[in-house]
């Protein structure tokens, strides 16, 4: 499956759960990550930033696909990662 | 279609591109918006943007999803945004 996830972390947190997410996915621009994963490396990356945030403060969305076939990436102005075509 | 638009946007040009986006999308947390929109309203927005960023320093990135059939979307911690089930 493939995974966007986007955070909303309290700065003092910021260093600590993007190092998390960079084990698992691509940064690809500030607080967005992507790529594909199996379904155990979800589970243990939601697993290991479950006890990382602050679930009172923080935020965390993962948009899931189980395919990217009908999903196109567009991106305008500067690309900051590193960035595959995922098509 | 359906969109989730991220944004990494010089500070002083961000309230124009956030209120750019509102138009057409719905906000969902810092820098992230999202929703079903028209190929024609998708155009629009692009061009909108186009004439509001600085394409030097900033960066958008629009994941175009022909159907959300194959996404799910989780949230972990704050639900920041005003959220509808999008499956």
Do not use: P
């Not at 691509?26 to 479950?50: A, D, F, P, T």
């Not at 990382?52 to 403060?57: D, F, H, L, S, V």
């Amino acid at each position: 499956m493939y995974v966007i996830l986007v955070y909303d972390i309290e700065e003092s947190r910021v260093a600590k759960i993007l190092k998390i997410c960079r084990k698992y996915l691509k940064w690809v621009q500030n607080s967005v990550l992507e790529g594909e994963i199996s379904r155990v490396s979800l589970k243990k990356l939601q697993l290991e930033l479950k006890r990382a945030i602050n679930e009172e403060e923080d935020s965390v969305i993962f948009y899931i696909l189980r395919t990217t076939k009908y999903m196109k990436k567009e991106i305008m102005g500067q690309e900051k990662g590193g960035f595959d075509n995922i098509l």
